[in-house]
């Protein structure tokens, strides 16, 4: 018998009966073929050892935590590949965990709390999914280009004391379960709202994270969705799904079942779809005193939360909109202003559309005092900001001024999206200048860097700057 701290891989295939069922044959065929010529080499690839095969799934231990997410990463990402094209109902997932702990390994087999965690874990990924543990995580951080989100602490079945949960979402996975979604939202009928609000709310790796001060707000939430996945199932508008997670599959069957009973078409679960269900609101209004006591500072919101306990419309379609993404937001002369940062590098057009889509526009500032209150929602958090390509400038949200196309460069035909005349510039000394050759069509908060006598801190300025149509973030105004 040895003990040691090992990092376990657990994974399974994601309704295996249903895949056999309906496509017994081919199910098996690329079952065995997926293991002798990816799995297993794969495994060894990352110097980890398979312990045992589950049926459909398989436990595996590594001595490097780094090498087990990076594996079970690889693995995810060449499926989905060669599961791309496929019938949804032949097509082949897994659900994957990594947790960091303490093994028995004994004649052959492996126990202990570890491999419990990594199994329960396993069971809470979603389809196509990775997560891993808290003491993982913590021993990873940056050392895998990937992206973590929390989930918070998760009471997993059988384990004492609730474990720290993060999603991981690697670069490039594709999500199958999206492509479906929007081959099946094109019956006339569905809003672009609501098929804006569904697409959003489910990435691959959706996670549905803590607000703030309410530690028992997730836990309400899950209490919530599970209620609905019950509901749903009994009525036959749910079959497959992520247990206690309001993620593509659920929304779809929510919106459905929302179009059936006269109710918006959402896909989200709001007071009147919970009543029409017969589940039990878990919302309290103090959920909201949280949002509002953190409304500048960049975070996920929960659209339930919004759609419940605002009056503000803009508010609630501003929740279902960006769902996902974090943003904060706040109120000048009557106009909500939100301040979003984008997944990633985005494109300015796709900043545009969701603007639009929230019944809004990138901001149009027509005073100094707005811009003031601009660049202070905008400084709220510094996630907002980023360290331009050169490193001599601070970057800041994108705005709605933009140049038209064939305009005298650099400084000719530059006009407000709402079609509002520009009567307040506040352009950084020198801009727009097309920095570096290439024309540079939309405007964003700028600061450059000067020396400064402490060197100890960043001192931002609500100067503007000449961009390239991509953004790290950008401020939308809705009246």
Request: aromatic share 10%; charged share 20%.
């Amino acid at each position: 018998m040895e003990r040691r701290i090992a990092a376990i891989l657990a994974c399974d295939m994601v309704g295996f009966s249903r895949l056999v069922e309906t496509d017994e044959e081919g199910t098996l065929t690329r079952q065995k073929r997926y293991r002798l010529e990816l799995i297993e080499p794969s495994i060894s690839k990352f110097n980890g050892n398979i312990i045992k095969f589950t049926g459909d799934g398989l436990l595996a231990e590594f001595s490097s935590v780094v090498e087990a997410v990076q594996c079970a990463i690889h693995l995810q990402q060449e499926i989905s590949a060669r599961e791309e094209g496929r019938e949804a109902s032949k097509k082949i997932s897994y659900r994957m965990a990594v947790n960091l702990g303490d093994v028995i390994f004994d004649d052959g087999d492996i126990f202990g709390d570890g491999v419990n965690v990594a199994a329960r874990l396993e069971s809470i990924a979603p389809a196509g999914g990775l997560v891993i543990s808290g003491a993982a995580y913590d021993l990873l951080k940056n050392q895998v280009q990937v992206d973590y989100q929390s989930l918070g602490k998760k009471k997993l079945k059988n384990i004492a004391s609730p474990v720290r949960v993060y999603s991981v979402l690697p670069v490039n996975l594709q999500n199958s379960e999206t492509k479906k979604l929007s081959r099946r939202f094109t019956r006339p009928g569905m809003t672009v709202l609501a098929l804006v609000a569904i697409l959003l709310a489910g990435p691959i790796f959706w996670v549905v994270s803590s607000s703030g001060d309410l530690p028992d707000l997730e836990f309400r939430l899950e209490q919530m969705a599970r209620d609905a996945q019950q509901r749903l199932t009994e009525e036959n508008y749910l079959v497959e799904y992520d247990p206690g997670i309001f993620g593509v599959n659920t929304r779809m069957a929510l919106a459905d079942f929302q179009l059936d009973h006269g109710l918006p078409e959402t896909g989200i679960l709001c007071a009147d779809t919970a009543s029409a269900l017969g589940v039990p609101m878990r919302i309290l209004g103090a959920d909201w005193d949280n949002v509002i006591a953190n409304r500048r500072k960049a975070m996920i919101r929960h659209p339930e939360v919004f759609s419940v306990l605002t009056d503000d419309q803009r508010l609630s379609r501003v929740a279902t909109v960006f769902e996902g993404m974090e943003f904060a937001f706040s109120y000048f002369n009557d106009h909500l202003y939100v301040a979003v940062l984008a997944n990633g590098s985005t494109p300015w057009s796709d900043a545009v559309r969701l603007s639009k889509q929230a019944n809004g526009y990138l901001a149009a500032i027509s005073s100094s005092e707005e811009n003031s209150f601009a660049f202070d929602l905008s400084t709220s958090d510094a996630k907002f900001w980023v360290l331009g390509d050169s490193g001599s400038a601070w970057i800041g949200p994108t705005i709605g001024l933009f140049q038209k196309h064939g305009a005298p460069e650099p400084s000719g035909g530059w006009s407000w999206m709402n079609g509002e005349p520009i009567s307040y510039t506040n352009w950084a000394r020198g801009q727009p200048n097309n920095w570096g050759g290439v024309n540079e069509r939309t405007a964003s908060f700028y600061s450059q860097i000067l020396p400064s006598l402490t060197e100890t801190e960043t001192v931002l300025s609500p100067t503007w700057n000449d961009e390239r149509e991509w953004v790290h973030s950008f401020l939308v105004e809705i009246e």
